[in-house]
C-alpha cells in the first residue's frame, strides 16, 4: 500500500476552476486502476481549524493505491494534468500507513482496526504495518478525519482554537494545514512532523490537545472519526514556496517559514 497526498495552489483567477475541478474529477477517480481509497480535499490554515480558515486557493488529493506504480501511472492522468494546467504549485508526499484507527465513509482506508473511537487510544494500541521505519528517527505524517454530529458542531469549533494555537507553537512541526471534503461538518487535519517523538509529545503532553482528547467521548463531537500514522516515504515539488522536508532543524518557531504564515 502507498498513500500520496497532493497540494496544489492556484493563482485567485483560478479558484473557480479548481472548484469545479473538485466535483469533475471525482468519477475519474472511482474508475482509476489502482487506487482503492480518494478524496478530493479543500483545505485551510492551521490557525483555528475552523470553517472560517477554508482556503480557496488550495486544494488537496489524498489518494490510496495498491502498488507505487500504479501511482506513477496516475501521473498520465486527465485529473494530473488538469490540475496542471491551472496550478502554479504542487507538493506530493509520499506515505506508508504505520498505525490507524476508526473509519473514514464507513470506510477503513489505510487497514487497522475499524471500530471504536479514534482520537483518544494511544498508539500502543493501534495496527502497525509490517514494516519498521518511524523509530529509525525519520519524520512521520498523522492524517485526522471526523464528520461531527451535528448538534456539537459549534461546541467542537469553540473547543478547537486552542488546540490549533498549541499545535503551531508545537516542536518538530514541519507543516500543518485544515483539511475535508466540505467546510462545513467534514473535517480534518494533515501534519507532517521530524520524527515520531514530537508527534507523540503533541499529541500526549500537550494540555490543550490532551483535554480535548479527554473531552471528546462524552461531548460526543464527532458521528464517525479517524486517525492515521504514516512513515514518510519522500516528497517533490514545494508548498509556500518551501519544501517542508527541507526545513533544517536550527529553524525555530519564530521563524519557521510554514507555521508562522
Known amino acids: 500500500m502507498l498513500v500520496t497526498v497532493d497540494f496544489w495552489h492556484v493563482p485567485r ?6 472548484a469545479a475541478r473538485m466535483a469533475l474529477d471525482r468519477p475519474t477517480l472511482r474508475r482509476t486502476s489502482g487506487l482503492t481509497f480518494g478524496k478530493l480535499l479543500g483545505t485551510g490554515s492551521s ?3 475552523t470553517p472560517l480558515d477554508a482556503d480557496p486557493l488550495r486544494w488537496a488529493l489524498l489518494a490510496v493505491w495498491d502498488t507505487p506504480s500504479a501511482a506513477r501511472g496516475f501521473e498520465r492522468s486527465r485529473t494530473i494534468r488538469s490540475w496542471a494546467g491551472i496550478a502554479d504549485e504542487r507538493w ?5 500507513p504505520v498505525a490507524s484507527r476508526g473509519r473514514w465513509s464507513g470506510r477503513a482506508p489505510f487497514g487497522g482496526r475499524p471500530g471504536g473511537p479514534a482520537s483518544h487510544r494511544r498508539p500502543d494500541g493501534e495496527h502497525r504495518g509490517k514494516h519498521g521505519g518511524e523509530h529509525g528517527g525519520g519524520p512521520v505524517a498523522a492524517v485526522t478525519r471526523a464528520r461531527l454530529a451535528p448538534r456539537q458542531a459549534v461546541a467542537f ?9 498549541e499545535l503551531r507553537g508545537a516542536g518538530g512541526l514541519l507543516f500543518a494545514a ?9 473535517q480534518g487535519t494533515f501534519s507532517l512532523w521530524r520524527d515520531v517523538t514530537a508527534l507523540r509529545a503533541f499529541a500526549y503532553q500537550g494540555p490543550a490537545h490532551a483535554a480535548a482528547v479527554r473531552r471528546t467521548p462524552p461531548a460526543g463531537w464527532y458521528a464517525e472519526e479517524l486517525f492515521a500514522r504514516f512513515v514518510v516515504l519522500g516528497s517533490r515539488g514545494t508548498i509556500g514556496g518551501v519544501n517542508p522536508l527541507d526545513i533544517p532543524p536550527s529553524a525555530g518557531k519564530a521563524d519557521h517559514p510554514l507555521t508562522t504564515r
Open 13 to 18: 483567477r483560478r479558484a473557480g476552476h479548481a
Open 47 to 49: 490557525h483555528r481549524f
Open 92 to 96: 506530493r508526499v509520499e506515505l506508508r
Open 178 to 186: 485544515g483539511i475535508g471534503e466540505a467546510p462545513i461538518g467534514l
Open 157 to 165: 469549533w469553540r473547543a478547537v482554537p486552542p488546540v490549533a494555537a
